[in-house]
Structures are given as structure tokens and as C-alpha cells.
């Protein structure tokens, strides 16, 4: 990077249900006042606008940001499946690094229907055609929506490689509720326990209950950043930065090692880590607060690996000894995560970002993890990307 960028502004829209939010532009129009006056910046000042979303038609940002102003600026529509929005985040700090911009907004939003997810666009290939085929190579003819094949199918290969009991996925999903009890911005503030887990409806027989999947939400987010030298230029809040980030995308390992690991995002995450790590110089023992891609309790488990918090197979160990939450070696996810915060899917990025940055300033209230000085970001989307932030004070 040969500009420092920094985090000048973050904010977010409660998550909800679908049916119970505003529409897309209303959320995202708001977020992105939010994360502006959080900045202390009009939008006259931004220079360029990155806009992250899945389910709408094209143009979306320009619909969005047209009710925060009209000042001729670049916007920039962005889709990378669930890693839309640290896609969107990406792209914006590639920006400002260049030198070509000095101060820029990522905006993510999503307006979502209920139940699984699904393609708009029947009459084209399916993008993860080779997925599916590669699922039910390995695992045959199962009757769950692929999302369900794709995470359960990698917490399986878990399973069956180092013993995990399904028992350990239902810990995670309790954690994340006690987490996001404390969190206003969460759809679901319900504190479970892992029996509740692990009573709730079956999925798929002994892989995955209800409740270890997230659920389809509603919401906005929205980030500004700008380089260091304009923040001191402008007098802007220059303490948290960004010092490293990656994208990744799959190797030809997702469809030769017959891993299903492999096939939910692992060797892709793994690598996106690894080149963080080189890049700052810090390792994962360093980390104090983590937002990662928990869409459902196996990927969460999956991602400590991939992203160096625990050994390989050492995820069980990690849960049982509460090594993922407050009072352990990291606190992960305390906003709640995907699972109990929701996943609005072009906003989830920003949000991991906003949630990371309010610990870095000492600012997430009842869910503040003491101390923290170094944040690490981890989203992915299948098909693929995954982008990996590092946070620094």
C-alpha cells in the first residue's frame, strides 16, 4: 500500500426481517448519512462511491445515493456474492492507496426475500453449477438447498475427519446470541442455549438443526475512508487504519481435493489470511477481536482454522475451552455475527467493518472487548472470494 488509508466514518441501520424494513433505498441512503456524519464529511467531499448488493437490478447505488446527493462522482455497482460488501470495501481502499482518490464511500445494502436463497435468473447458467456438481459427486443426493449442502457439507468433512460432535456447532450458535444480546443493531437479541441448538428442527439429520443457519435479513451499512493525510489535512478521525487486506478467489484445490472444506470457501479464506499476515507483519496470536463469515455455525468453525485462530482439526478444543469469546484467546464475532445479527447480504461486510471499528475506538458499549488494538475482518463468498481486513490503532 503506498498510501495509509484510514476508517473516518462507519455506520449502520438496524438489521431486520424480511418485510419488516424499509426499502433498499431508504436503508442504504441512511446508512451512508450515518457513516458520513460519523466522519464528520458531506457528501460533496467524497470523491468516489463503491455500492455493494446482490438481489436488485443495475444501478441500485446510483438509486441509493441519489437521495444523499447528485455530484457527478463515480458510483461503482458491486457484486461478489456474500463478500459483496468487503468487495465494495476493498475496491475502495485499492482507491485511495493508488493516490488516485483521497477520500471515498462504500455503501452495502440489501432488501431480501424470506427463505432459501435463489437464483433471479432461471433462464442462464448457474454460477456455481461446478459446485453442485462437485456436492453431489461427494455427497450424493441430498434434499437441503445448496447454501445448506455447501457449509453443512464442510462441517461434515470436519466431523469426519477429527471426531467434531454436532454439539460443538450448536456452542458456536449459542455464543453468537449471548453475543448479540448486547447488540441493538441484531434481528435477533434471544438469548439460546446449546440445547435449545440442538432441539430445534432438523435440517439434515445429524449435520445441521434450524438454528445453526443464519437467516435471510434485511439492512445497510456504510463505510468512509480516506487517506491519512487528508484526515490530518481535514481534521478527520484518523486513529483506526487499515493495515492490510487481501482478496482472494479459488484455487483449482476447491474441485481436486475432494475436500467439501475446500468447496464452503477453507483453502480460499486460508490463503486470504496467510497474505494478510505476510502482509503486516502480524500473526493471528496478535489478533484481539474478530468479525468472521458465521453463516451458519460450521463456517464459523471452518474460519477459525482457515484463519490461523486454532490448529487444524483444534476447532472443538477452541469451543469447548471458550477460546472464542470474552475472557479467552480472541472474541469472535461479538456483534452477534451472521447468526444472530443477520445477513443482509451487500451490507454484511460493511457491517463487520463497523462493528470492528467501534471496538478499535473503545465505542461498542456493553459488547467492548478490553483493550482492543487489532481487528481482523474475514468474509467470503462461494464461487468465489474472500477478503481478509486487518484493523490497527
Known amino acids: 500500500m503506498t498510501q495509509k488509508v484510514v476508517v473516518a466514518g462507519v455506520g449502520m441501520v438496524p438489521f431486520k426481517k424480511p418485510g419488516q424494513s424499509d426499502p433498499y433505498p431508504v436503508m442504504g441512503a441512511e446508512a451512508a448519512?450515518?457513516?458520513?456524519?460519523?466522519?464528520?464529511?458531506?457528501?460533496?467531499?467524497?470523491?468516489?462511491?463503491?455500492?455493494?448488493?446482490?438481489y436488485g437490478d443495475s444501478i441500485c447505488g446510483q438509486r441509493v445515493l441519489y437521495d444523499v446527493g447528485m455530484t457527478g462522482i463515480p458510483i461503482i455497482n458491486v457484486n461478489n456474492n456474500c463478500s459483496s460488501g468487503s468487495t465494495a470495501?476493498?475496491?475502495?481502499?485499492?482507491?485511495?492507496?493508488?493516490?488516485?482518490v483521497d477520500i471515498v464511500l462504500a455503501v452495502g445494502f440489501e432488501?431480501?426475500?424470506?427463505?432459501?436463497?435463489?437464483?433471479?435468473?432461471?433462464?442462464?447458467?448457474?454460477?456455481?453449477?461446478?459446485?453442485?456438481?462437485?456436492l453431489n459427486e461427494l455427497l450424493g443426493s441430498v434434499d437441503v438447498p445448496q447454501a445448506l449442502q455447501t457449509f453443512g457439507g464442510g462441517?461434515?468433512?470436519?466431523?469426519?475427519r477429527f471426531g467434531t460432535p454436532l454439539e460443538t456447532f450448536a456452542k458456536i450458535r449459542a455464543k453468537a446470541s449471548r453475543h448479540a444480546f448486547n447488540n441493538p443493531m441484531s434481528v435477533f437479541r434471544n438469548v439460546l442455549t446449546t440445547e435449545d441448538v440442538m432441539?430445534?428442527?432438523?435440517?439434515?439429520?445429524?449435520?445441521?438443526?434450524?438454528?445453526?443457519?443464519?437467516?435471510?435479513?434485511?439492512?445497510?451499512?456504510?463505510?468512509?475512508?480516506?487517506?491519512?493525510?487528508?484526515?490530518?489535512?481535514?481534521?478527520?478521525?484518523?486513529?483506526?487504519?487499515?493495515?492490510?487486506?487481501?482478496?482472494?478467489?479459488?484455487?483449482?484445490?476447491?474441485?481436486?481435493?475432494?475436500?467439501?472444506?475446500?468447496?464452503?470457501?477453507?483453502?480460499?479464506?486460508?490463503?486470504?489470511?496467510?497474505?494478510?499476515?505476510?502482509?503486516?507483519?502480524?500473526?493471528?496470536?496478535e489478533v484481539d477481536v474478530v468479525e468472521l463469515h458465521d453463516c451458519f455455525a460450521q463456517n464459523e468453525l471452518l474460519s477459525y482454522e482457515a484463519l490461523g485462530l486454532c490448529?487444524?482439526?483444534?476447532?472443538?478444543?477452541?469451543?469447548?475451552?471458550?477460546?472464542?469469546?470474552?475472557?479467552?484467546?480472541?472474541?469472535?464475532?461479538?456483534?452477534?455475527?451472521?447468526?444472530?445479527?443477520?445477513?443482509?447480504?451487500?451490507?454484511t461486510g460493511l457491517a463487520q467493518c463497523t462493528e470492528l471499528v467501534q471496538q478499535l475506538r473503545g465505542r461498542a458499549d456493553k459488547r467492548q472487548v478490553e483493550g482492543a488494538r487489532i481487528a481482523l475482518q474475514h468474509n467470503v463468498g462461494i464461487g468465489?472470494?474472500?477478503?481478509?481486513?486487518?484493523y490497527r490503532i
Open 33 to 54: 448519512r450515518l457513516a458520513l456524519a460519523d466522519a464528520g464529511v458531506g457528501y460533496e467531499s467524497i470523491q468516489q462511491a463503491f455500492a455493494s448488493y446482490i
Open 89 to 100: 470495501l476493498y475496491m475502495a481502499r485499492q482507491a485511495i492507496a493508488s493516490g488516485e
Open 111 to 134: 432488501q431480501m426475500n424470506p427463505g432459501a436463497l435463489g437464483s433471479n435468473f432461471a433462464d442462464k447458467p448457474n454460477p456455481v453449477e461446478r459446485f453442485s456438481e462437485k
Open 155 to 160: 462441517g461434515l468433512e470436519h466431523m469426519r
Open 199 to 285: 432441539a430445534d428442527k432438523v435440517m439434515w439429520p445429524g449435520v445441521m438443526t434450524r438454528l445453526m443457519a443464519c437467516p435471510p435479513t434485511c439492512g445497510a451499512a456504510a463505510v468512509v475512508l480516506c487517506s491519512e493525510a487528508y484526515a490530518k489535512k481535514h481534521s478527520l478521525d484518523a486513529r483506526v487504519w487499515i493495515a492490510g487486506q487481501t482478496l482472494t478467489t479459488d484455487g483449482p484445490e476447491v474441485f481436486a481435493s475432494n475436500d467439501l472444506r475446500d468447496l464452503a470457501g477453507f483453502s480460499m479464506s486460508r490463503a486470504a489470511a496467510n497474505k494478510v499476515y505476510e502482509q503486516t507483519g502480524i500473526g493471528a496470536e
Open 311 to 347: 490448529p487444524e482439526g483444534g476447532a472443538q478444543k477452541f469451543v469447548d475451552d471458550g477460546d472464542n469469546t470474552y475472557g479467552g484467546k480472541y472474541v469472535v464475532n461479538p456483534s452477534g455475527g451472521l447468526l444472530s445479527k443477520g445477513h443482509p447480504i451487500g451490507a
Open 384 to 390: 468465489g472470494a474472500a477478503v481478509v481486513t486487518m
